[in-house]
C-alpha cells in the first residue's frame, strides 16, 4: 500500500498535471465509449418488463427506405486540361494600351573588355623587387609574396621570375614586370 500511496501523491502533487490527466482521460473514455457504441441496435424499451420493441421502415415513412443505387461510368481521359484556366466565362475589358519602350539589352561583355579592366586594377600594383631562392619571393606594393600569394583580391602569383610575376585570374595570365614603361 506504502508504493501505491507514494505514486497517488506524486500524482496529485501538481493541481495543474492532475487536472490535465484527469481530463485527458475523461476525453480518452468518452472517445473509447464512442467506438463501442456505434453500432446501437434502432430498438426502444418503453414498459419496465423490458420488452425490446423493433422499429421498422413502415413506422419510419419515406426516410429512411432503400434508395435506387445509380452507377454512372465517368471518361477515364479529360478532353482538356484541369489546371488551366478557362477565360471564356469572364468579360473582356478594352484598355488602350501605350506601347512600352523597351531599352536596348545590356551589350555582352567580351574577353578583351574584361582583360582591359583587370589590367587596369593590376596598374595600381608596383613589383619592387624579387627574391630567387628555394622559395622564391616578390616584393609588391612593400609586402612580401611567394607562390600561390594573393597581393590583390582575385589574382594569384603563380610564377616569380628574376624581373617578374606571373598573375592568374580566372582565364586569364597576366605578367607583372618590375621595370614597366608608364
Known sequence: MKKSQKIWKEITADKKRFGMLVACVA???LMWGR????????TAVADPNNKAV???????GEAIRPRK?????????SERNLFVLDDSGYERLKVDVEPVVVPNPTPQVTDDDIRKELQAELSSLKLQTTLMSQQPRAM???????????PM???????I???????KHG??????KMYQKD
Not at 423493433?54 to 419510419?60: G, H, K, Q
Open 140 to 150: 609588391i606594393n612593400g609586402k612580401l609574396f611567394g607562390l600561390g600569394g594573393k
Open 153 to 159: 583580391t582575385g589574382f594569384e602569383i603563380t610564377k
Open 171 to 176: 582565364k586569364f595570365v597576366f605578367e607583372l
Open 161 to 167: 621570375t628574376q624581373h617578374g610575376v606571373v598573375l
Open 35 to 42: 467506438l463501442l457504441l456505434k453500432k446501437v441496435p434502432k
Open 54 to 60: 423493433t422499429v421498422t421502415d413502415a413506422d419510419l
Open 69 to 77: 443505387v445509380v452507377y454512372v461510368d465517368l471518361p477515364t481521359d
Open 27 to 29: 476525453i480518452g473514455l
